[in-house]
């Protein structure tokens, strides 16, 4: 687990409650189960038509995997990584030895590609730039849905106070008509706030981590396709270490105390 996202998930939930608690010291004021059903059924309803029942399935599946269960890339240690494998295959060592201890599934395609010895090198440069190109372009795709997610809850949410001053409006009239406008309002108002809670404390943050994961995890593949290019020459370590870090920025870099090391 991904006890960052956890520790954010929480502070939205306590900011949500504690800017409610400094508002009112009765928040059963907040609760309004109509209001819920509208925001969140109508939410739900929207985005099946929009990408199919199938599709929302694996769209909880990116949110768990990629961002509960997801960490950030440690650039320094798959620099290290392809500094281990340049130096090993110089001395003639196989690849096999590597493909089960790395944990980088990007890497681990590539060291199989190698070893398979199938494609030629222009080939297989080819091949694994390809996967990085379409690896980013779906995890953007998967993004772009679950942020267009967001213009939901807000609608839903202005539908619902719609549907309030409706019934408010209609049920007006005699001697205490003018005291019922108040609380009534309230509850108009209600839906509003579930819905752009709803958008602003949760999906659209999701979505914004999710780029961030993508384009993290996208640089990380272009070191390791830059890498294999450079481990198939048989390049020096060091010299490995050097070209990998020109992707970074200078305080994200491999210390060349570190390389020496």
């Not at 981590?209 to 048989?234: A, F, P, S």
């Amino acid at each position: 687990m991904n006890i960052y996202q956890i520790i954010g998930f929480s502070l939205a939930i306590g900011v949500l409650i504690g800017g409610l608690k400094l508002s009112s010291d009765n928040l059963s004021i907040f609760l309004d189960f109509p209001s819920v059903f509208i925001v969140l059924g109508g939410t739900f309803a929207a985005t099946s038509i929009s990408f199919q029942l199938n599709r929302l399935v694996t769209l909880f599946k990116v949110f768990f995997i990629r961002v509960i269960k997801g960490q950030r890339f440690q650039y320094k240690d798959t620099i290290k990584e392809m500094m281990r494998i340049a130096e090993a295959y110089r001395r003639g060592e196989s690849l096999d030895n590597f493909i089960g201890r790395t944990h980088d599934p990007f890497l681990k395609d590539a060291l199989e590609l190698i070893v398979e010895n199938i494609l030629d090198t222009e080939h297989l440069l080819e091949v694994i730039e390809n996967r990085a190109e379409n690896m980013m372009i779906t995890q953007s795709e998967e993004t772009r849905k679950i942020k267009s997610i967001s213009k939901y809850p807000p609608a839903f949410g202005m539908m619902g106070t719609t549907i309030g001053m409706i019934v408010l409006l209609a049920n007006l009239g005699g001697e205490d008509a003018i005291k019922m406008i108040g609380p009534a309002m309230g509850v108009c108002l209600i839906t509003t706030m579930y819905g752009v809670a709803i958008a602003n404390l949760i999906i659209i943050p999701i979505a914004e981590n999710l780029n961030d994961n993508t384009r993290e995890q996208y640089l990380k593949n272009r070191i390791i396709v830059e890498g294999v290019k450079l481990l198939l020459k048989k390049t020096n370590p060091i010299v490995v270490a050097i070209e990998l870090n020109s992707f970074l920025q200078p305080k994200d870099r491999l210390d060349r105390k570190e390389i020496v090391g």
